[in-house]
C-alpha cells in the first residue's frame, strides 16, 4: 500500500498564493501519473492537474495560468502552486498518485485531502 499525506492548506485572501504538498511513502513502489483534485461543498469531486513521471502536465481550464503541478521524482512528492485565488477556489483539495508496487501490482491511492479557503 502507498501512503499520501498532503500539507499547505489553510486561509488566504483573494488574490493569494498558497503551496500544496503531498508525500507518498509506502512499500517499494514506482508512482506514474500524480494529480490532485478537489471538492467544493456541496459539488463532486473535480480534476484539477496532473503531471506524468516524465513531467508532461494537464490542467482544468478553471486552472491553466493560476496553478502550477510539479514533483519530486527522488521524494515521491507531488507539488501544487496556487496563484490568484479566487472564492470559488475553496474546496478541499485531494492528492491523487497512481503507479506500481515492487510486486508489479498497481495502485491508485488518495490522500486524506487538504483545505483551501479563500475569503476577504
Known amino acids: 500500500q502507498v501512503q499520501l499525506v498532503e500539507s499547505g492548506g489553510g486561509f488566504v485572501q483573494p488574490g493569494g498564493s498558497l503551496t500544496l504538498s503531498c508525500a507518498a511513502s509506502?512499500?517499494?513502489?514506482?508512482?506514474?501519473?500524480m494529480a490532485w483534485y478537489r471538492q467544493a461543498p456541496g459539488k463532486q469531486r473535480e480534476f484539477v492537474a496532473e503531471?506524468?513521471?516524465?513531467?508532461?502536465?494537464n490542467y482544468t481550464d478553471p486552472a491553466k495560468g493560476r496553478f502550477t503541478i510539479s514533483r519530486d521524482n527522488a521524494k515521491n512528492m507531488v507539488f501544487l502552486q496556487l496563484e490568484s485565488l479566487k472564492p470559488d477556489d475553496t474546496a478541499v483539495y485531494y492528492c491523487?498518485?497512481?503507479?506500481?508496487?515492487?510486486?508489479?501490482?498497481?495502485?491508485?491511492?488518495w490522500g486524506q485531502g487538504t483545505q483551501v479557503t479563500v475569503s476577504s
Open positions: 491523487n498518485v497512481r503507479g506500481v508496487m515492487a510486486t508489479l501490482v498497481p495502485f491508485d491511492s
Open positions: 509506502g512499500s517499494r513502489f514506482i508512482t506514474a501519473n
Open positions: 503531471i506524468t513521471r516524465g513531467g508532461s502536465v
